[in-house]
């Protein structure tokens, strides 16, 4: 993932990445934002696809990965 990658995330799909990070679920996610789980799960699959990773577990190991690189200041 580039920084580039995370600059194509809406505000939006980048609280869900955050929420996620923070050991939150879609379910958990849906409801503090008032909205349906489906529409979080078409969400994650718009970040899925933007980040090129296939599956929740994929999408927190390379935002954490990133998230690393970050603060060595790569």
Do not use: H, Q, W
């Amino acid at each position: 993932m580039k920084t580039s990658d995370l600059e194509n995330l809406s505000a939006l799909e980048m609280f869900i990445c955050d929420e996620l990070l923070a050991g939150k679920i879609p379910k958990e996610i849906a409801f503090n934002l008032g909205i349906g789980s489906a529409t979080v799960r078409v969400r994650l699959s718009r970040i899925y696809k933007k980040l090129d990773v296939t599956d929740k577990k994929s999408l927190i190991a390379e935002l954490n990965r990133r998230m690393v690189e970050m603060r060595r200041g790569r």
